[in-house]
């Protein structure tokens, strides 16, 4: 079964799609300042890998399935201290997704797949708001599966699950799988570990990437990335939004 761009095709193309059985897939990111040796887009990058990984395993059980343009600008309040970063409120992310929604129930797709890699709590709660409107609205079903919490998180790495993953090694390792081109080697490579834990931060009620330790916007160990690990990543996520969407379609499943 095929995968496709939306932004690719033709209106006809989009017309004689099977959209009762298609998963329209919308990567979602920001852009955020990551360290000294990362993009800006970093999180973009990492949600596109992320579609295109849950892409295939949904479309080899025989479901046609859209790839959307990413959305890169979202609720990025931890990072807003630093040059680049652009973030929005929470509520334009909201309305964008629920009205992105509705445009898709309208044109009869069977489900809207969200590929997250953007963890900021503003922003996650968008995306939590976007779903509870969605339900309530009875709209298609948005499905996004929240890496942070279970049953997920146990399947990512040891600095993903110790929070001091913010431009480290489980992002750097992404980064340099899917785009090695954008990683400021040399930087990356002479940069000590940062094992302040972002998510113990936000627990202790702290908001931006500097109060939670993090002076160059970057937490964890970002010399040890690979490549290696970077397409493991990929695949875990990839898996995780799949088995998410597949078992949100699953019949008998609760509205």
Sequence with gaps: ???????????????DLDRTRAVAILPVGA???HGPHLPLGTDVII?????????????AQGMPVVILPPLPFTAAPFGAGFAGTLSVTPSTVTALLVDLARELTRQGFAALAIANAHLDPAHRDALAAAE???RKERLLPVVCP????KPWVSRLTEEFKSGACHAGRYEGSIVLA?????????VRKSLPPNPASLSSAIRDG???FEEAGGPRAYFGWPADATVEEGRSSVETLG??????VLGALAPGRAA
């Design 239 to 244: 898996a995780v939004l799949a088995e998410a």
């Design 47 to 59: 949600a596109q890998a992320m579609a295109g990984s849950g892409a295939a395993r949904i479309a």
């Design 31 to 33: 852009v955020e300042a």
């Design 132 to 134: 509870l409107t969605a």
């Design 146 to 149: 929240d890496i942070t919490q």
């Design 206 to 208: 702290k908001r931006t």
């Design 178 to 186: 899917a785009r090695p081109d954008l990683v400021r080697d040399d």
């Design 1 to 15: 079964m095929a995968i496709r761009e939306l932004a690719e095709m033709t209106w006809e193309e989009a017309r």
